[in-house]
């Protein structure tokens, strides 16, 4: 069976440079949506938990439950309570879901400074400190999300210009002890010198940060490799074509071997006819549900170790080809 390893080393490498950067451990908010990055929840978490990380980022309250017991602090994104829990914070980011959390719930608000994805207009902050108030929620941090920390832009700049103004806003209104966050893994990278409350570190987590320019860096590593079985193999005569569509003819007889990673457990098709294996093995032929062919003899095939590169080839980003890892994989932590 196609299977996934983590290379706990390779985690704590990463860890290690983000703590430095935070400048305190207890700063790392580690995001783990999405199975964490198609890593495993709840083996990112165990790994997580040894290095001495405390805070966690998920999506939804289900994932914040499954992880509970690793984490003192953990956000979620984008749910309502559905259990009563002390660690979790709910965040808003709509100014009329405020009505929905129950009395009581700790929440986070978020500022749209320019993405216009989620979050409250910063012209509506004010309002919603008051609905926050009168509703009896307890605020315990304002954030926002930058849209193009890994870009050489402008936007970068004026979108903390405009958080800088929201926190002085904030502050203003009295709110003192309420904790700001902005940073994603580019976010913090770009920070000459970090100084806020805390980052939510997703991506160099990973060790799949991609930076340009002058903070492109090469000291993250990846943490996760897929591994996939031969099922079969056979000798391709020179003008033979393989797989569906005939889309690969052998221009030489080779010897070509099919393994059991498909795009049903998250091979991404568009890497068609356009891969290589780290150890060189050529992808040819169409990528199927359960099964894709290399030019190798090999009993076992290392897919990936740098899901950067597949992406390349997919033409798509690291974090679809991570994500498009399906749960059912199975996961080993070396
Ligand atoms: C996913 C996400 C992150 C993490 O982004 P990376 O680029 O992986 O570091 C941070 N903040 C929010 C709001 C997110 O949705």
Same mark, same amino acid.
């Given at each position: 069976?196609?299977?996934?390893?983590?290379?706990?080393?390779?985690?704590?490498?990463?860890?290690?440079?983000?703590?430095?950067?935070?400048?305190?451990?207890?700063?790392?908010?580690?995001?783990?949506?999405?199975?964490?990055?198609?890593?495993?929840?709840?083996?990112?978490?165990?790994?997580?938990?040894?290095?001495?990380?405390?805070?966690?980022?998920?999506?939804?309250?289900?994932?914040?439950?499954?992880?509970?017991?690793?984490?003192?602090?953990?956000?979620?994104?984008?749910?309502?309570?559905?259990?009563?829990?002390?660690?979790?914070?709910?965040?808003?980011?709509?100014?009329?879901?405020?009505?929905?959390?129950?009395?009581?719930?700790?929440?986070?608000?978020?500022?749209?400074?320019?993405?216009?994805?989620?979050?409250?207009?910063?012209?509506?902050?004010?309002?919603?400190?008051?609905?926050?108030?009168?509703?009896?929620?307890?605020?315990?941090?304002?954030?926002?999300?930058?849209?193009?920390?890994?870009?050489?832009?402008?936007?970068?700049?004026?979108?903390?210009?405009?958080?800088?103004?929201?926190?002085?806003?904030?502050?203003?209104?009295?709110?003192?002890?309420?904790?700001?966050?902005?940073?994603?893994?580019?976010?913090?990278?770009?920070?000459?010198?970090?100084?806020?409350?805390?980052?939510?570190? &997703?991506?160099?987590?990973? !060790?799949?940060?991609? /930076?340009?320019?002058?903070?492109?860096?090469? $000291?993250? =590593?990846?943490? +996760?490799?897929?591994?996939?079985?031969?099922?079969?193999?056979?000798?391709?005569?020179?003008?033979?074509?393989?797989?569906?569509?005939?889309?690969?003819?052998?221009?030489?007889?080779?010897?070509?071997?099919?393994?059991?990673?498909?795009?049903?457990?998250?091979?991404?098709?568009?890497?068609?006819?356009?891969?290589?294996?780290?150890? &060189?093995?050529?992808?040819? !032929?169409?990528?199927? /549900?359960?099964?894709?062919?290399?030019?190798? $003899?090999? =009993?076992?095939? +290392?897919?990936?170790?740098?899901?950067?590169?597949?992406?390349?080839?997919?033409?798509?980003?690291?974090?679809?080809?991570?994500?498009?890892?399906?749960?059912?994989?199975?996961?080993?932590?070396?």
């Amino acid at each position: 069976m196609a299977y996934i390893t983590l290379n706990k080393n390779n985690f704590f490498n990463n860890l290690d440079i983000i703590s430095k950067k935070t400048k305190s451990k207890d700063k790392i908010a580690l995001v783990l949506k999405d199975n964490a990055y198609g890593h495993g929840l709840l083996e990112v978490a165990q790994m997580a938990q040894e290095y001495g990380v405390k805070k966690a980022v998920v999506q939804t309250c289900e994932e914040a439950q499954k992880i509970e017991n690793k984490f003192d602090y953990i956000l979620v994104l984008a749910d309502f309570p559905s259990c009563k829990n002390e660690k979790i914070r709910y965040t808003i980011n709509d100014i009329n879901a405020i009505q929905k959390f129950p009395t009581g719930t700790k929440v986070e608000l978020k500022v749209d400074t320019g993405m216009h994805r989620n979050g409250v207009g910063i012209d509506e902050v004010t309002l919603a400190l008051e609905k926050i108030q009168e509703q009896g929620l307890l605020l315990e941090a304002v954030f926002t999300h930058h849209r193009s920390a890994d870009e050489l832009t402008s936007e970068w700049f004026w979108q903390n210009e405009k958080f800088a103004q929201v926190k002085s806003h904030v502050k203003s209104l009295g709110f003192g002890e309420v904790r700001f966050h902005s940073c994603n893994s580019a976010a913090l990278f770009r920070h000459v010198d970090f100084a806020e409350d805390m980052a939510r570190v &997703g991506i160099a987590a990973y !060790g799949c940060l991609e /930076m340009p320019g002058a903070y492109e860096r090469d $000291d993250f =590593k990846p943490v +996760l490799s897929l591994h996939a079985t031969q099922i079969s193999s056979r000798t391709l005569r020179s003008g033979e074509a393989l797989g569906y569509g005939a889309t690969f003819t052998a221009g030489e007889d080779c010897r070509v071997s099919n393994y059991d990673f498909g795009y049903g457990a998250g091979f991404l098709r568009t890497c068609s006819n356009n891969y290589t294996s780290p150890k &060189g093995f050529k992808l040819a !032929g169409r990528v199927s /549900m359960d099964n894709s062919s290399f030019i190798s $003899d090999a =009993k076992e095939i +290392l897919v990936f170790d740098d899901a950067r590169v597949l992406a390349k080839s997919a033409k798509t980003i690291s974090y679809e080809v991570l994500t498009s890892l399906k749960a059912g994989l199975q996961r080993k932590i070396i």
